[in-house]
C-alpha cells in the first residue's frame, strides 16, 4: 500500500512538472489518501516501537548506521520507520540517496546484478550542497524482502559487504523465516509488535478529529477490532468509509459495510439452525449468506470466533468444528466452491451440536 | 428490436430499484470526480455491471455508451500469440483477462500499461484518468493477480480500475485492501418481483403475480435470469395464464434428468450412461460448478439425513480435489460412483432392516 500511495504521488509530480498551472489545480483537487497524510513524518513520532526509535536516534546523531532487517505484521509501521529516518538523514537529498524496490518490481537475480550494485557502487559525498554536513551513504531498501528468490537473495550476499563504505541496505518483510541465513547473520534484527488498542484508538481519533468527522466509540472499536493491529488498514477503512457517506459522519454499520464483515446475528442464527437438526432449514440458511453476497471464508472465521469462548459447547465439539472449519478453509484456498463447503461445514456443525 | 434486459437496464442512479442507498453511496463516491479502485463482488444477476455503468455515466457523461469492440493481440515470451476481445469507448476500457487462460499475466501487464501511459489529451475537459473494467477478476491465476498488484500501484495518477468478481474469496487480500470493495447482494423475490411487474407495466403487458412470483422463484436471486425467463414466457403464450409453464434452461433440466438417472440404477452399466451425459454437458461448456451444485442438489433431495451428511462429506471432498486435478471429468465420475456405492448400501439396509 506504501508505494501504491508513493507510486501514485510521484507519478502525479511527473506529469504536473510539465505545466504548471495543472499542479495547483490539481493539488486542490486531489484528496490524499490519509494513510499517506498522517504517517510518521518523523522518527519522533513512531509509537510504540521502543528499540528500533532508539537505536535510529543514535544513529541520527552521528553513530553509523547498520544494515538492518525490520519484521512484524503488515501495518506496523516497516516502512514508514526507515523512510522517516532517511528523510531526516538526507534532508532535501532525499530522493539520490534511497533505492527503493519493491519486492512485487522485477525482483530476478537480474536486477540485484545490474540495478542494486551498479547503484550501491557509486559513493556519496559526506556534504550537502548546502553544506551542511550529512552521512556519507545511501540506502537501499529491499521491501517485501520475504517474497525475493532464494537466488537473488544470495547474490545480495557478497554485494552487502563489498559496498558496506557507500551503501546501507534495509530489508523489510513480514516473515523472518523468508530471509536466508546468511542476510540476516549481516543485519540487525527488528521485530515490530503489532500495535496495542489504546494507541490505533488514539491514532484514529485524531485522524477524525483532524478530518472533522463524526463518530462514536463503538464505531472505532469496531475498527480497531476488525483491523487486528494493522493500522494502515484501518486508517484505509476509516477513510473509505467516510468518502461513502460524504458528510453525514459514520456509523457502526457502515464499516461492517466496507470490510464485508457478517452480522454477528447471522452467524448466531447459523448455530440456532444448526442446533435444531432440520437439513433443510440449514441449506436455505447457507444460501441465503451467499445470495448476499457475503464471502465463505469471512464466514468461516466468524464462526470459529464466535465457537471458542462459547460455555455452553464442550471441548470435544469445539474441536471437532474447528477442524472442519481448517479443513474447509483449506479446501477454499484451492478454489472449492463455497456453496459445497459451506454445506459440508453445516452438516458437521449439526452432527456435533 | 433489444432485449428487455438491456432496453429497461436503469442508466441512473435514480433509477435503480434496489439497494437505493448504496446508490446514493456510489453517487457521493463519483461527485467529488476521483474515486479510488472499486471491486464490485456479488452472485451473478445482481447487478454489479449495471452499476458500474452507471457509475461510469456519471463520471464521463453520455460518452460511455458508444462502445466498440476491439481485437488485441499480445505475445507470451514463448512468442505464442494471444487474441483478446476487448469493448470500449473513449473513456473506458473492459476487458475479460481470463479468457487468456494460464497467460492471463501478460493481458493484465500489456493491457494497463498500454492504457495508462496515454494521457488525456485535454485533462481540463475530461477527467484524468481513464478507468480500465477488469471482469471475472475471481478467475484470474494468482500470478496475474500478484502482477495486477504492482501495476495498479504505478499508474494510479492515469488510470483507475473496476474490478469485478463473483466472490472474493478467490481474489487475494493484497488486491482487496487496495480497493474499495462494494457488495452487491442479489435482488429479494419481492424485489424481483416489482421490477418484473414494472417491466410489464411499460411494455403494455398484464402479468398476474402469481407468474410473477413463481418466476422469481425459479431465478434464484439473479435478475437478469428473472427477465429473460418472463421475456421467453411472453413469446411463448400471451395472454398469461397464470399457471402457464415456466421455461428452465435446458442444461439444468439435463442434470436434473441425469440425476434421476444415477437415482434409478447403481450398476456399473449405469455409471456409463451417466458418463456419456456428463460428457454431454461439458461438451456444451457448463461450468463444472454448477454441474456440481444441481447434481448434488437434486441427489440430495432423495436422500435420508444419515446419508446426505456423507454424500455432502464425499461431494466437498471430490469437488476440492476437482480445482486441483486437471481432467474434470475424473472427479465428477468418482463423485457419482461412490454416491451410488454409499445410496446402495443403504437401501440395502433399509431392506434388511425392515
Known amino acids: 500500500m506504501d508505494a501504491f500511495l508513493r507510486g501514485g504521488k510521484a507519478s502525479a509530480g511527473d506529469e504536473a512538472s510539465t505545466s504548471k498551472g495543472r499542479k495547483e489545480d490539481k493539488k486542490l483537487k486531489k484528496p490524499t489518501p490519509w494513510v499517506e497524510k498522517y504517517r510518521p513524518r518523523t522518527v519522533d513520532d513512531i509509537v510504540e516501537q521502543n528499540e528500533i526509535v532508539a537505536t535510529l536516534k543514535q544513529c541520527l546523531q552521528g553513530a553509523d548506521l547498520p544494515h538492518f532487517l525490520f519484521y512484524g505484521p503488515p501495518g506496523t509501521g516497516k516502512t514508514s520507520t526507515i523512510i522517516a529516518a532517511a528523510r531526516q538523514l538526507f534532508g532535501d537529498m532525499y530522493k539520490d540517496r534511497i533505492l527503493e524496490l519493491n519486492a512485487s518490481d522485477d525482483r530476478g537475480i537480474q536486477v540485484i546484478r545490474e540495478k542494486v550494485k551498479s547503484f550501491s557502487q557509486v559513493s556519496v559525498s559526506s556534504v550537502r550542497p548546502d553544506g551542511k554536513p550529512c552521512p556519507p551513504y545511501k540506502i537501499v531498501i529491499l521491501d517485501e524482502a520475504d517474497s525475493m528468490t532464494a537466488a537473488a537473495q544470495a547474490a545480495l550476499r557478497r554485494t552487502m559487504e563489498k559496498e558496506t563504505r557507500s551503501t546501507r541496505f534495509c530489508l523489510i518483510c513480514n516473515y523472518v523465516s523468508c530471509i536466508i541465513q546468511p542476510l540476516t547473520s549481516r543485519c540487525a534484527k527488528y521485530r515490530f509488535k503489532p500495535l496495542s488498542r489504546e494507541t490505533m484508538i488514539k491514532r484514529l481519533n485524531l485522524i477524525c478529529l483532524e478530518e472533522k468527522v463524526s463518530y462514536d466509540t463503538r464505531t472505532l472499536d469496531l475498527l480497531v477490532d476488525m483491523s487486528g493491529g494493522d493500522l494502515r488498514r484501518a486508517i484505509t477503512c476509516l477513510q473509505s468509509c467516510v468518502r461513502l457517506k460524504g458528510e453525514e459522519g459514520i456509523v457502526y454499520d457502515d464499516i461492517l459495510e466496507v470490510t464485508g464483515v457478517i452480522p454477528d446475528n447471522y452467524i448466531e442464527n447459523l448455530l440456532d439452525v444448526c442446533r435444531q437438526h432440520n437439513y433443510d432449514k440449514m441449506e436455505h440458511f447457507v444460501e441465503e449468506i451467499l445470495s448476499k453476497a457475503y464471502c465463505a471464508p469471512q464466514v468461516l472465521e466468524q464462526i470459529q470466533e464466535i465457537i471458542i469462548p462459547r460455555p455452553d459447547l464442550t471441548d470435544a465439539q469445539k474441536s471437532h468444528i474447528c477442524e472442519k472449519i481448517a479443513v474447509c478453509s483449506w479446501r477454499l484456498q484451492d478454489g472449492a466452491s463455497e456453496y459445497i463447503q459451506l454445506l459440508d461445514l453445516g452438516c458437521s456443525m449439526i452432527e456435533v451440536l | ?354
Open chain 2, 1 to 354: 428490436m433489444s432485449l428487455w434486459v438491456d432496453k429497461y437496464r436503469p442508466n441512473s442512479f435514480s433509477k435503480i430499484d434496489y439497494h437505493k442507498e448504496q446508490g446514493q453511496r456510489l453517487k457521493n463516491l463519483v461527485q467529488h470526480g476521483d474515486f479510488p479502485h472499486l471491486l464490485f463482488y456479488g452472485p451473478s444477476g445482481a447487478g454489479k455491471k449495471t452499476r458500474i455503468m452507471i457509475l461510469l455515466r456519471e463520471l464521463y457523461g453520455s460518452g460511455v455508451e458508444k462502445l466498440r469492440m476491439e481485437h488485441m493481440n499480445f505475445q507470451t515470451p514463448s512468442n505464442k500469440k494471444i487474441e483478446i476481445m476487448t469493448v470500449a469507448s473513449n473513456y473506458h476500457i473492459e476487458i475479460n483477462a481470463s479468457d487468456a487462460g494460464i497467460y492471463d499475466r501478460i493481458v493484465v501487464m500489456e493491457l494497463i500499461k498500454n492504457a495508462a501511459q496515454t494521457h488525456q489529451l485535454d485533462a481540463n475537459e475530461q477527467r484524468e484518468f481513464k478507468v480500465i473494467l477488469l471482469t471475472e477478476v475471481d478467475k484470474l491465476t494468482k500470478d496475474a493477480q500478484q502482477a495486477l498488484r504492482r501495476t495498479m500501484e504505478k499508474y494510479i495518477a492515469t488510470c483507475r480500475l473496476i474490478l469485478c468478481a463473483n466472490s472474493i474469496s478467490q481474489v487475494i487480500p493484497a488486491i482487496r485492501s487496495r480497493c474499495l470493495s462494494i457488495r452487491v447482494p442479489s435482488p429479494s423475490n419481492v424485489e424481483i418481483v416489482s421490477v418484473l411487474l414494472n417491466i410489464c407495466k411499460k411494455e403494455g403487458l398484464t402479468i398476474p403475480m402469481e407468474l410473477a412470483t413463481r418466476i422469481a422463484e425459479k431465478s434464484e436471486g439473479n435478475l437478469r435470469r428473472a427477465i429473460l425467463t418472463c421475456e421467453a414466457c411472453k413469446v411463448n403464450q400471451y395472454p398469461f395464464d397464470k399457471n402457464q409453464k415456466i421455461v428452465e434452461p435446458d442444461w439444468q433440466n439435463y442434470i436434473c434428468e441425469t440425476a434421476n438417472v444415477i437415482l434409478k440404477e447403481q450398476t456399473p452399466q449405469n455409471l456409463l450412461n451417466v458418463r456419456s451425459r456428463l460428457y454431454e454437458l461439458l461438451c456444451h461448456g457448463i461450468p463444472t460448478e454448477l454441474i456440481f451444485k444441481y447434481l448434488l442438489k437434486q441427489l440430495l433431495t432423495k436422500c435420508d439425513m444419515a446419508v446426505k451428511r456423507e454424500v455432502i462429506q464425499v461431494a466437498s471432498d471430490f469437488e476440492h480435489s476437482l480445482h486441483r486435478g486437471s481432467k474434470v471429468i475424473f472427479h465428477l465420475e468418482a463423485f457419482v460412483a461412490k454416491f451410488m456405492a454409499i445410496y446402495l448400501q443403504y437401501m440395502e439396509d433399509t431392506v434388511r432392516a425392515v
